[in-house]
Protein backbone atom coordinates (compact mmCIF):
# COMPACT_ATOMS: atom_id res chain seq x y z
CA UNK A 1 0.00 0.00 0.00
CA UNK A 2 1.96 3.13 -0.97
CA UNK A 3 1.96 6.31 1.72
CA UNK A 4 -1.32 7.80 -0.28
CA UNK A 5 -3.58 4.99 0.41
CA UNK A 6 -2.41 4.68 4.01
CA UNK A 7 -3.15 8.44 5.21
CA UNK A 8 -6.70 7.51 3.43
CA UNK A 9 -6.78 4.63 5.85
CA UNK A 10 -7.43 4.62 9.88
CA UNK A 11 -10.25 2.03 9.87
CA UNK A 12 -8.48 -1.38 8.26
CA UNK A 13 -8.91 -5.05 9.17
CA UNK A 14 -7.93 -8.14 7.61
CA UNK A 15 -9.51 -11.27 7.70
CA UNK A 16 -8.81 -14.98 7.45
CA UNK A 17 -10.30 -18.39 7.43
CA UNK A 18 -11.93 -21.08 5.44
CA UNK A 19 -16.10 -22.30 5.34
CA UNK A 20 -14.87 -25.62 6.89
CA UNK A 21 -11.62 -24.60 8.62
CA UNK A 22 -11.20 -24.55 12.28
CA UNK A 23 -12.64 -20.83 12.66
CA UNK A 24 -12.77 -16.91 11.05
CA UNK A 25 -10.56 -14.10 12.65
CA UNK A 26 -10.19 -10.64 11.84
CA UNK A 27 -8.02 -8.52 13.30
CA UNK A 28 -9.24 -4.33 13.13
CA UNK A 29 -6.53 -1.73 12.71
CA UNK A 30 -7.00 1.62 13.69
CA UNK A 31 -10.21 1.49 16.45
CA UNK A 32 -9.92 4.54 18.97
CA UNK A 33 -9.47 3.64 22.87
CA UNK A 34 -12.34 3.98 24.99
CA UNK A 35 -15.72 2.75 22.71
CA UNK A 36 -17.88 0.69 24.69
CA UNK A 37 -17.70 -2.72 22.91
CA UNK A 38 -20.88 -4.54 23.30
CA UNK A 39 -20.57 -8.20 22.80
CA UNK A 40 -24.19 -8.75 22.97
CA UNK A 41 -24.93 -6.46 20.21
CA UNK A 42 -22.16 -8.17 17.79
CA UNK A 43 -23.91 -11.58 18.62
CA UNK A 44 -26.99 -10.30 17.52
CA UNK A 45 -25.62 -9.05 14.18
CA UNK A 46 -23.99 -12.65 13.37
CA UNK A 47 -27.77 -14.61 14.64
CA UNK A 48 -29.52 -11.83 12.07
CA UNK A 49 -27.24 -13.13 9.00
CA UNK A 50 -27.67 -16.74 9.74
CA UNK A 51 -31.61 -16.20 9.39
CA UNK A 52 -34.26 -15.03 6.60
CA UNK A 53 -36.02 -17.36 4.75
CA UNK A 54 -34.46 -19.71 2.51
CA UNK A 55 -31.33 -20.32 4.47
CA UNK A 56 -30.34 -24.17 3.83
CA UNK A 57 -28.86 -26.62 6.26
CA UNK A 58 -24.93 -24.93 7.41
CA UNK A 59 -26.81 -22.38 9.33
CA UNK A 60 -28.63 -24.92 11.57
CA UNK A 61 -24.96 -26.50 12.82
CA UNK A 62 -23.76 -23.02 13.45
CA UNK A 63 -24.96 -20.99 16.23
CA UNK A 64 -22.25 -17.71 15.42
CA UNK A 65 -20.57 -16.44 18.34
CA UNK A 66 -17.52 -13.53 18.87
CA UNK A 67 -14.53 -14.20 20.93
CA UNK A 68 -12.20 -11.26 21.06
CA UNK A 69 -8.90 -12.41 22.23
CA UNK A 70 -7.27 -8.57 22.07
CA UNK A 71 -7.70 -5.11 22.25
CA UNK A 72 -10.67 -4.62 24.32
CA UNK A 73 -10.03 -4.94 28.21
CA UNK A 74 -13.05 -4.33 31.08
CA UNK A 75 -15.64 -3.68 28.04
CA UNK A 76 -13.52 -0.90 26.07
CA UNK A 77 -11.24 -0.64 23.44
CA UNK A 78 -7.76 0.04 24.50
CA UNK A 79 -6.46 1.30 20.80
CA UNK A 80 -4.59 -1.79 20.34
CA UNK A 81 -5.56 -4.02 17.24
CA UNK A 82 -9.06 -5.69 17.59
CA UNK A 83 -8.69 -9.38 17.08
CA UNK A 84 -12.03 -11.21 16.89
CA UNK A 85 -12.64 -15.27 16.23
CA UNK A 86 -15.71 -17.22 15.29
CA UNK A 87 -15.79 -20.65 15.77
CA UNK A 88 -16.77 -22.97 12.93
CA UNK A 89 -18.91 -25.47 14.47
CA UNK A 90 -19.06 -28.04 11.15
CA UNK A 91 -15.20 -28.12 11.15
CA UNK A 92 -15.18 -30.75 14.17
CA UNK A 93 -16.80 -33.38 10.76
CA UNK A 94 -13.80 -31.56 8.56
CA UNK A 95 -10.70 -31.97 10.60
CA UNK A 96 -9.23 -34.37 8.09
CA UNK A 97 -10.22 -32.90 5.12
CA UNK A 98 -8.93 -29.60 6.06
CA UNK A 99 -6.22 -30.54 8.01
CA UNK A 100 -2.84 -28.67 7.78
CA UNK A 101 -0.31 -31.82 7.99
CA UNK A 102 0.90 -33.92 4.88
CA UNK A 103 0.60 -36.68 6.21
CA UNK A 104 -3.25 -36.37 6.51
CA UNK A 105 -3.87 -36.08 2.74
CA UNK A 106 -7.19 -37.24 1.29
CA UNK A 107 -9.20 -36.77 -1.84
CA UNK A 108 -12.23 -37.55 -0.03
CA UNK A 109 -14.19 -34.23 -0.82
CA UNK A 110 -11.86 -33.00 -3.35
CA UNK A 111 -13.62 -32.50 -6.41
CA UNK A 112 -13.05 -31.33 -9.86
CA UNK A 113 -16.43 -30.34 -12.33
CA UNK A 114 -16.38 -26.38 -11.79
CA UNK A 115 -19.58 -24.87 -10.54
CA UNK A 116 -20.84 -21.96 -13.38
CA UNK A 117 -21.26 -19.24 -11.15
CA UNK A 118 -18.41 -19.59 -8.96
CA UNK A 119 -15.17 -18.73 -8.46
CA UNK A 120 -13.83 -22.32 -9.22
CA UNK A 121 -12.87 -21.84 -12.75
CA UNK A 122 -10.70 -18.72 -12.85
CA UNK A 123 -9.41 -19.44 -8.90
CA UNK A 124 -8.40 -23.06 -9.72
CA UNK A 125 -6.12 -21.36 -12.98
CA UNK A 126 -5.19 -18.36 -11.21
CA UNK A 127 -3.63 -20.76 -8.13
CA UNK A 128 -3.02 -23.60 -9.97
CA UNK A 129 -4.73 -25.95 -8.08
CA UNK A 130 -6.27 -29.85 -9.55
CA UNK A 131 -8.31 -30.34 -6.22
CA UNK A 132 -11.09 -27.23 -6.69
CA UNK A 133 -11.98 -27.55 -2.77
CA UNK A 134 -8.93 -25.21 -2.19
CA UNK A 135 -10.93 -22.42 -4.31
CA UNK A 136 -14.18 -22.96 -2.59
CA UNK A 137 -13.49 -22.73 0.64
CA UNK A 138 -12.25 -19.27 0.80
CA UNK A 139 -14.46 -17.96 -1.78
CA UNK A 140 -17.55 -19.63 0.13
CA UNK A 141 -20.02 -17.02 1.60
CA UNK A 142 -19.08 -18.37 5.16
CA UNK A 143 -16.16 -15.98 5.11
CA UNK A 144 -18.68 -13.15 5.65
CA UNK A 145 -19.82 -14.34 9.02
CA UNK A 146 -16.25 -12.63 10.62
CA UNK A 147 -17.39 -9.74 8.58
CA UNK A 148 -20.36 -8.97 9.71
CA UNK A 149 -18.52 -9.06 13.27
CA UNK A 150 -15.81 -6.36 11.89
CA UNK A 151 -19.04 -4.34 10.66
CA UNK A 152 -21.02 -5.10 14.24
CA UNK A 153 -17.36 -3.05 15.63
CA UNK A 154 -17.82 -0.47 12.90
CA UNK A 155 -21.47 0.30 13.64
CA UNK A 156 -20.93 0.33 17.27
CA UNK A 157 -18.42 3.13 16.75
CA UNK A 158 -21.00 4.93 13.68
CA UNK A 159 -23.58 4.68 17.13
CA UNK A 160 -21.31 6.90 19.48
CA UNK A 161 -21.50 9.27 16.36
CA UNK A 162 -25.54 9.14 16.02
CA UNK A 163 -25.32 7.57 12.88
CA UNK A 164 -27.79 4.39 12.56
CA UNK A 165 -28.72 2.17 9.65
CA UNK A 166 -31.45 -0.13 8.71
CA UNK A 167 -32.03 -2.77 5.22
CA UNK A 168 -35.06 -3.95 3.63
CA UNK A 169 -35.30 -6.49 0.92
CA UNK A 170 -36.83 -4.86 -2.07
CA UNK A 171 -37.63 -8.02 -4.49
CA UNK A 172 -36.77 -11.84 -4.15
CA UNK A 173 -37.41 -13.25 -7.77
CA UNK A 174 -40.30 -11.70 -9.30
CA UNK A 175 -41.93 -11.28 -5.70
CA UNK A 176 -42.07 -7.49 -4.43
CA UNK A 177 -44.44 -8.57 -1.34
CA UNK A 178 -43.56 -10.91 1.60
CA UNK A 179 -45.63 -13.41 0.76
CA UNK A 180 -44.24 -13.48 -2.86
CA UNK A 181 -41.21 -13.57 -1.94
CA UNK A 182 -41.66 -16.97 0.32
CA UNK A 183 -43.70 -18.13 -3.01
CA UNK A 184 -40.73 -17.26 -5.06
CA UNK A 185 -38.21 -19.51 -2.70
CA UNK A 186 -40.40 -22.37 -2.27
CA UNK A 187 -41.40 -22.65 -6.28
CA UNK A 188 -37.21 -22.06 -6.51
CA UNK A 189 -36.18 -24.93 -3.52
CA UNK A 190 -38.80 -27.47 -4.69
CA UNK A 191 -37.40 -26.91 -8.78
CA UNK A 192 -33.60 -27.55 -7.36
CA UNK A 193 -32.99 -24.00 -8.09
CA UNK A 194 -31.87 -20.67 -6.28
CA UNK A 195 -32.75 -17.10 -6.42
CA UNK A 196 -31.12 -13.76 -5.92
CA UNK A 197 -32.79 -10.25 -5.55
CA UNK A 198 -32.48 -6.98 -4.33
CA UNK A 199 -32.17 -5.01 -1.66
CA UNK A 200 -31.59 -1.22 0.22
CA UNK A 201 -29.59 -0.62 2.76
CA UNK A 202 -30.56 3.06 4.81
CA UNK A 203 -27.60 5.12 6.94
CA UNK A 204 -29.08 7.90 8.93
CA UNK A 205 -27.90 11.05 10.26
CA UNK A 206 -24.73 11.16 8.59
CA UNK A 207 -22.69 14.64 8.44
CA UNK A 208 -22.28 16.21 5.70
CA UNK A 209 -18.70 15.97 4.15
CA UNK A 210 -17.68 12.31 4.57
CA UNK A 211 -15.25 11.39 1.33
CA UNK A 212 -14.10 13.85 -1.00
CA UNK A 213 -14.62 15.33 -4.41
CA UNK A 214 -10.73 15.55 -5.04
CA UNK A 215 -9.29 12.67 -5.99
CA UNK A 216 -11.43 9.39 -7.37
CA UNK A 217 -10.41 7.08 -4.89
CA UNK A 218 -11.19 9.21 -1.93
CA UNK A 219 -15.26 9.82 -3.24
CA UNK A 220 -17.40 7.82 -1.11
CA UNK A 221 -19.63 6.38 -3.45
CA UNK A 222 -16.94 5.00 -5.09
CA UNK A 223 -15.87 3.75 -2.10
CA UNK A 224 -19.11 2.38 -0.85
CA UNK A 225 -19.70 0.66 -4.12
CA UNK A 226 -16.35 -1.16 -4.06
CA UNK A 227 -17.85 -2.86 -0.55
CA UNK A 228 -21.08 -3.52 -1.68
CA UNK A 229 -19.66 -5.07 -5.04
CA UNK A 230 -17.14 -7.76 -3.90
CA UNK A 231 -19.77 -9.40 -1.50
CA UNK A 232 -19.94 -12.45 -2.72
CA UNK A 233 -22.50 -12.67 -5.64
CA UNK A 234 -23.26 -9.21 -5.67
CA UNK A 235 -23.85 -8.19 -9.88
CA UNK A 236 -25.04 -4.70 -9.14
CA UNK A 237 -25.11 -1.44 -6.85
CA UNK A 238 -26.39 2.01 -7.16
CA UNK A 239 -27.47 4.67 -4.86
CA UNK A 240 -30.93 6.46 -4.28
CA UNK A 241 -32.57 6.54 -7.28
CA UNK A 242 -29.72 5.98 -9.65
CA UNK A 243 -30.96 3.03 -11.20
CA UNK A 244 -33.69 5.02 -12.92
CA UNK A 245 -31.26 7.69 -13.61
CA UNK A 246 -31.13 7.05 -17.06
CA UNK A 247 -34.97 8.21 -17.79
CA UNK A 248 -35.33 10.87 -15.42
CA UNK A 249 -34.58 14.84 -16.67
CA UNK A 250 -32.48 16.82 -14.34
CA UNK A 251 -35.46 19.10 -13.25
CA UNK A 252 -36.88 15.68 -11.70
CA UNK A 253 -33.81 13.95 -10.79
CA UNK A 254 -31.70 16.75 -9.02
CA UNK A 255 -32.73 17.31 -5.10
CA UNK A 256 -33.73 21.17 -4.41
CA UNK A 257 -32.57 23.35 -1.80
CA UNK A 258 -34.61 25.18 0.47
CA UNK A 259 -34.52 27.15 3.53
CA UNK A 260 -36.25 26.32 6.19
CA UNK A 261 -34.99 28.60 10.02
CA UNK A 262 -31.78 29.61 8.45
CA UNK A 263 -31.06 25.80 7.32
CA UNK A 264 -31.00 24.37 4.15
CA UNK A 265 -32.98 21.76 3.30
CA UNK A 266 -33.88 19.00 0.89
CA UNK A 267 -37.68 17.76 0.36
CA UNK A 268 -36.43 14.51 -1.78
CA UNK A 269 -33.08 12.23 -1.57
CA UNK A 270 -32.68 11.36 -5.36
CA UNK A 271 -28.94 11.12 -5.28
CA UNK A 272 -29.36 8.79 -1.93
CA UNK A 273 -26.84 11.25 0.33
CA UNK A 274 -24.16 11.71 -2.14
CA UNK A 275 -23.45 14.67 -4.44
CA UNK A 276 -19.79 15.06 -5.84
CA UNK A 277 -18.22 12.18 -3.97
CA UNK A 278 -19.15 13.32 -0.52
CA UNK A 279 -22.26 12.99 1.86
CA UNK A 280 -24.72 15.63 1.70
CA UNK A 281 -26.21 15.25 5.22
CA UNK A 282 -29.16 13.19 3.94
CA UNK A 283 -29.76 9.46 4.21
CA UNK A 284 -27.04 7.33 2.49
CA UNK A 285 -29.62 4.99 0.33
CA UNK A 286 -27.68 2.04 -1.38
CA UNK A 287 -29.39 -0.73 -3.66
CA UNK A 288 -27.70 -3.29 -4.17
CA UNK A 289 -28.51 -6.81 -6.39
CA UNK A 290 -27.83 -10.42 -5.61
CA UNK A 291 -27.30 -13.48 -8.52
CA UNK A 292 -28.77 -16.43 -8.04
CA UNK A 293 -26.35 -18.58 -5.53
CA UNK A 294 -24.31 -20.55 -7.93
CA UNK A 295 -23.92 -23.72 -5.98
CA UNK A 296 -26.95 -25.40 -6.98
CA UNK A 297 -28.97 -28.88 -6.95
CA UNK A 298 -29.96 -28.49 -10.58
CA UNK A 299 -27.70 -30.28 -12.82
CA UNK A 300 -25.62 -27.13 -14.70
CA UNK A 301 -23.96 -28.03 -17.95
CA UNK A 302 -19.88 -27.87 -17.04
CA UNK A 303 -16.71 -29.02 -17.94
CA UNK A 304 -14.33 -31.68 -15.02
CA UNK A 305 -10.86 -29.96 -15.20
CA UNK A 306 -9.47 -33.56 -14.49
CA UNK A 307 -10.02 -35.20 -17.82
CA UNK A 308 -11.69 -32.13 -19.33
CA UNK A 309 -14.78 -34.00 -20.69
CA UNK A 310 -17.94 -32.34 -20.45
CA UNK A 311 -20.19 -32.97 -16.92
CA UNK A 312 -22.52 -31.38 -14.80
CA UNK A 313 -21.45 -29.53 -12.02
CA UNK A 314 -20.54 -30.47 -8.31
CA UNK A 315 -22.97 -29.78 -5.55
CA UNK A 316 -22.95 -28.88 -2.41
CA UNK A 317 -25.44 -28.34 0.34
CA UNK A 318 -26.05 -24.47 -0.37
CA UNK A 319 -29.14 -22.11 0.48
CA UNK A 320 -31.58 -21.76 -1.92
CA UNK A 321 -31.71 -17.64 -1.17
CA UNK A 322 -29.29 -15.63 1.09
CA UNK A 323 -30.53 -12.04 0.12
CA UNK A 324 -31.68 -11.25 3.86
CA UNK A 325 -28.52 -12.35 4.65
CA UNK A 326 -26.21 -10.60 2.19
CA UNK A 327 -28.41 -7.37 3.32
CA UNK A 328 -26.88 -7.91 6.76
CA UNK A 329 -23.27 -8.60 5.23
CA UNK A 330 -24.10 -5.48 3.34
CA UNK A 331 -24.72 -2.93 6.01
CA UNK A 332 -21.57 -4.41 7.65
CA UNK A 333 -19.47 -3.21 4.46
CA UNK A 334 -20.74 0.24 4.67
CA UNK A 335 -20.50 0.28 8.41
CA UNK A 336 -16.64 -0.25 8.34
CA UNK A 337 -16.28 2.13 5.22
CA UNK A 338 -17.85 4.53 7.27
CA UNK A 339 -16.57 4.08 10.76
CA UNK A 340 -13.23 5.03 8.16
CA UNK A 341 -14.71 8.32 7.31
CA UNK A 342 -15.18 9.62 10.61
CA UNK A 343 -12.10 8.46 12.33
CA UNK A 344 -10.54 10.92 9.32
CA UNK A 345 -13.03 13.30 9.73
CA UNK A 346 -12.80 13.56 13.62
CA UNK A 347 -9.35 12.23 13.67
CA UNK A 348 -9.83 10.39 17.22
CA UNK A 349 -7.24 8.73 19.19
CA UNK A 350 -9.60 8.09 21.87
CA UNK A 351 -13.44 8.79 22.37
CA UNK A 352 -14.43 10.22 25.81
C1 LIG B 1 -22.51 -20.10 4.18
C2 LIG B 1 -21.86 -21.26 4.46
C3 LIG B 1 -21.69 -22.28 3.43
C4 LIG B 1 -22.87 -22.28 2.46
C5 LIG B 1 -23.16 -20.92 1.88
C6 LIG B 1 -23.13 -19.80 2.89
O1 LIG B 1 -21.56 -23.48 4.13
P1 LIG B 1 -21.49 -24.96 3.48
O2 LIG B 1 -20.64 -24.82 2.25
O3 LIG B 1 -20.87 -25.80 4.54
O4 LIG B 1 -22.91 -25.33 3.21
O5 LIG B 1 -24.01 -22.71 3.14
O6 LIG B 1 -22.24 -20.56 0.89
C7 LIG B 1 -22.46 -20.94 -0.40
C8 LIG B 1 -23.40 -21.75 -0.78
C9 LIG B 1 -21.56 -20.37 -1.39
O7 LIG B 1 -21.69 -20.81 -2.58
O8 LIG B 1 -20.75 -19.55 -1.07
C10 LIG B 1 -22.64 -19.05 5.22
O9 LIG B 1 -22.09 -19.17 6.35
O10 LIG B 1 -23.32 -18.03 4.93
Not at 151 to 171: E, F, R, T
Not at 184 to 210: C, H, Q, R, W, Y
Not at 276 to 287: A, S, Y
Amino acid sequence: MGDMAVMFEKFRFLTSGESHGKCLTAIIEGMPAGLDIDIDFINNELKRRQQGYGRGERMQLESDTVEITSGVRFGKTTGSPVTLVINNNDHENWQKIMSVYPQDYTVEKSFTAYRPGHADYAGSIKYNHKDLRNVLERSSARSTAIEVAVGAVAKLLLKHYGINCNSKILQIGHGKTEEEMHNEIDNAKSNGDTLGGKFEIIFDNVPVGLGSHVHWDRKIDGRIAQAVMSIPAIKAVSFGDGEYAAEISGKDFHDEMFLENGKVVRRTNHAGGIEGGMTNGEPIVVKAVMKPIPTMRTPLNTVDSSNMTETTAHFERSDTCAVEACSVVAEARIACVLANEILLKYNSDYIE
